[in-house]
């Protein structure tokens, strides 16, 4: 047995905002989409995600850029998937979770998917004839990401989300119970071998658990840069500064001061 963790998620290259109803979305506007694994730089996934909600908590201008500027490094918080269940597309009513952008409860499927494709008459239910190269994954992420269809998300709920995130850094110890439980889940696959299989259903579950695991460290590995003030992942325990650069500034602030 094998443990395998599927988290690909996909970027596209360009993103801009766009209005339907009077409501603001971030919205792919390019051809090509990529697809790439969030955990080989988790936790400055998790910093950088921090620092934004740390921004917009703090800054009222230039939001939504700090917003896009996220995007295009790391593609869409997969808000729809996060807070139902990944088979949704093959049902005709969809459980949504509880959750900090709408009310839970059952719905239809085609109500709840309407609001994440606002641009483009989208029929959840159809299947699919070709892939777009999500390994061992429901075909929902398939449609998700395919360029034509336009996977949306609400700037105001992005928003919601990174400020609720940065609000747990300074969040007393008995608060932190309230966090996002994070939506893991598995399955046992036996398309070679018979493996388990982990998957995290959305970007905004791998940012979750990156903080659920950072927070409950002993090392308390989530810092403020001595420098720069930046929150970062300190790998190294002693380690009090985001980068090489900000220590050697620091530094050589420091030996100025003296003379
Ligand atoms: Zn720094």
């Keep these: 047995m094998k443990n395998n963790q599927v988290s690909f998620w996909a970027r596209n290259i360009q993103y801009r905002t766009e209005s339907h109803n009077g409501t603001e979305y971030v919205v792919p506007v390019s051809e090509q989409t990529y697809l790439y694994n969030p955990l080989e730089n988790e936790y400055e996934l998790l910093s950088d995600a921090l620092n934004l909600g740390r921004y917009l908590t703090e800054n009222d201008t230039g939001q939504k850029e700090n917003v896009l500027d996220f995007v295009r490094k790391y593609g869409l918080l997969g808000i ?47 299947p699919l004839e070709f892939k777009l190269g ?55 696959d036996i398309q070679r071998e018979i493996n388990l299989v982990c998957e995290y259903v959305s970007l905004k579950a791998i940012i979750d658990f990156a903080f659920a695991k950072a927070v409950t460290d002993e090392r308390k590995p989530l810092r403020y840069c001595k420098h720069c003030d930046k929150i970062f992942y300190a790998g190294d325990v002693r380690s009090e500064f985001c980068s090489p650069r900000c220590r050697n500034q620091f530094n050589v602030y420091k030996s100025r001061a003296k003379h």
Excluded at 144 to 165: A, D, H, R, T, V
């Design 80 to 126: 729809m998937t996060d807070i139902t269940d990944s088979d949704l597309d093959s049902n005709e009513q969809v459980i949504i979770h509880e959750n900090i952008f709408m009310e839970s409860g059952i719905v239809s499927t085609s109500n709840f998917t309407k609001q994440f494709f606002p641009f483009n008459e989208v029929d959840i239910l159809r």
């Design 134 to 188: 999500f390994k061992r994954r429901g075909t929902i992420y398939n449609k998700m990401f395919l360029n034509g269809w336009q996977y949306s998300e609400p700037l105001e709920w992005m928003i919601k989300y990174f400020k609720y995130l940065y609000s747990f850094m300074t969040a007393e110890k008995k608060e932190l119970e309230n966090f996002n439980k994070p939506q893991l889940t598995y399955k046992i």
